[in-house]
């Protein structure tokens, strides 16, 4: 199985990435053979006068992944990281890198190989500090691998100093390190860094290859793999957890029950209360085994004894450690919240068809009897504003208005239509 079978409606890109890492490769071994010194600039690098390392190479130092949620951004930057990896023999005889069976392309998709970096964001945001640590570790060559590999899976939530300081990291790159950046949009990350990277934009994938792959890799009876499909609209990982986990498909049912149940604003007050509530104790769930893991481990390192006392000076670490797990609390719950206000928006966009004569099919056909009634009682502008609603509420969240208030502000907004 080659490292892009897991990729979903994105051959243009597969395209683009495999032509890449044959460059790579040819650049590294040339290395290796003596044709090239170490200091060679690399593929698509820019050096002091502006030229490129290989002229035309398909290669270069630094990418931008962007794309809609569940379209496989991190999916396709670690099948790349694994691509540049690849040690098969295949490549001497005209095989392109990315066979998905070598030990650079196993230890890169499954995350332990020692030149690849996995980055991703589990609070709020990602500071300066760690930035910096992470760009000084990048400039290293590479330990046993051919390119020293750093993925970054959120870098739409660096800080602005974060940001600054990896921009000097991919302004001069080191000669065998790769930035592989993911992000929602271009506009997501600083225009001195995205001006400095190739930009590759997903889209996002069809339904039924969607549904297809739930089958073929996970093997998931067809018509649950295509419900599941649907309803998430193509999105990869919803599709794959709605398919597999019947507790978020009990989730997603409670949430789509609420168009329905909001008859007076006390009605809209408590379905807002609710949908909280399930999204912190979804949070809480997510995060509440690694943080007792993370304390306990800490506590062991700072030499406390089991159930005693922490040594003296050494409070300040702890509270360090709670600040990053409450700010990994805080995302845990936008982004339970996050995705059953997707559901909400789905439902009226099922309703706004309906109401339109569409003939697209709708993504929730397990709800249709409340779709059409819902439809045929309201006007498709009620809709319109009903679903400005939902996205209202999303961007509050994101700037960091208290949930519970852009919630209830989006119920009673869904009443009134």
Not at 100 to 122: K, Y
Not at 140 to 157: F, I, K, N
Not at 290 to 306: C, I, K, N, Q
Request: with cysteine; aromatic share 2%; glycine share 8%.
């Amino acid at each position: 199985m080659a490292v892009w079978d897991d990729l979903v409606g994105q051959d243009r890109v597969v395209d683009q990435l495999t032509a890449a890492a044959r460059d790579a490769d040819a650049y590294v071994t040339a290395v290796a053979s003596g044709e090239e010194g170490d200091r060679a600039a690399p593929p698509g690098a820019a050096g002091p006068s502006g030229s490129s390392g290989l002229s035309g190479s398909a290669m270069t130092h630094a990418w931008l992944f962007t794309g809609p949620p569940g379209s496989g951004l991190a999916t396709v930057a670690r099948a790349f990281a694994a691509a540049l990896q690849c040690v098969s023999p295949d490549r001497a005889l005209g095989g392109s890198p990315g066979c998905g069976f070598c030990d650079g392309c196993h230890t890169a998709l499954i995350g332990t190989h020692a030149d690849v970096e996995m980055v991703r964001a589990s609070g709020l945001s990602t500071g300066v500090d760690d930035t910096r640590d992470l760009v000084r570790r990048a400039q290293l060559s590479p330990s046993g691998g051919r390119w020293q590999v750093v993925v970054h899976e959120t870098a739409d939530r660096l800080t602005e100093q974060a940001a600054n300081a990896l921009l000097k990291a991919v302004e001069e790159p080191a000669p065998r390190t790769v930035w592989l950046l993911c992000a929602p949009s271009a506009d997501d990350v600083l225009p001195t860094i995205r001006s400095r990277c190739r930009h590759l934009v997903l889209r996002t994938p069809p339904v039924d290859a969607v549904a297809d792959m739930l089958v073929r890799r996970d093997g998931i009876e067809p018509r649950t793999a295509v419900a599941a499909a649907r309803a998430t609209q193509g999105h990869i990982e919803r599709a794959r957890r709605l398919a597999t986990d019947a507790r978020a498909r009990t989730r997603r049912a409670a949430v789509l029950a609420l168009p329905t149940r909001m008859e007076d604003i006390g009605d809209a007050l408590r379905a807002a209360q609710q949908l909280v509530d399930a999204a912190g104790e979804d949070a809480k769930e997510a995060v509440e085994e690694v943080d007792a893991r993370e304390t306990e481990e800490m506590r062991a390192a700072l030499g406390a004894s089991e159930g005693g006392r922490l040594p003296r000076g050494t409070a300040g670490v702890m509270k360090d450690l709670e600040k990053r797990q409450k700010s990994r609390a805080t995302r845990a719950q936008r982004d339970s919240l996050d995705l059953a206000l997707l559901d909400l928006t789905s439902f009226y966009r099922d309703v706004l068809v309906r109401q339109l004569g569409s003939r697209v099919a709708i993504a929730g056909e397990d709800v249709r009897d409340a779709v059409e009634r819902i439809a045929s009682s309201t006007r498709p502008e009620q809709t319109l504003r009903r679903m400005e609603a939902v996205l209202e509420c999303r961007r509050a969240i994101e700037r960091n208005v208290a949930p519970l208030l852009a919630v209830e502000a989006m119920a009673v907004a869904l009443r009134a239509g």
